[in-house]
């Protein structure tokens, strides 16, 4: 087995838990694989709906890779757009991303 990268996920009612996946793999992959509430991906990644929406916690923020074109065109429809949300299936992992702390909305839309 390859590398592993743990993601923690921040519910909006404060609770948390922490899953690992292997790098290369997306967050949402990771959500997906364990069954993380709040994330729907019912594009199944494609980038096509904001159903995987979530926050990057602001020490990670800078550290992953930027968005491109058609995320952020995606995110325009995201609930409750932040300056630091993303499409968890746009964030792909990889051994320095291991710890990242991701914020899952109350909602989805």
Known sequence: MGTLAR???VHADGSQE???TACGETVMDCALDHGVRGIQAQCGGACICVTCHCYVAPTWFDRVSAAGTQE???LEY???RAP???LACQIVLE???DG???HVPERQS
Do not use: K, P
């Open 7 to 9: 993601v923690i996920f």
């Open 18 to 20: 922490t899953h690992a």
């Open 72 to 74: 952020l065109d995606m």
């Open 78 to 80: 995201a609930w409750e």
């Open 84 to 86: 630091n949300s993303r």
């Open 95 to 97: 051994a320095a991303l």
């Open 100 to 102: 990242l702390v991701v």
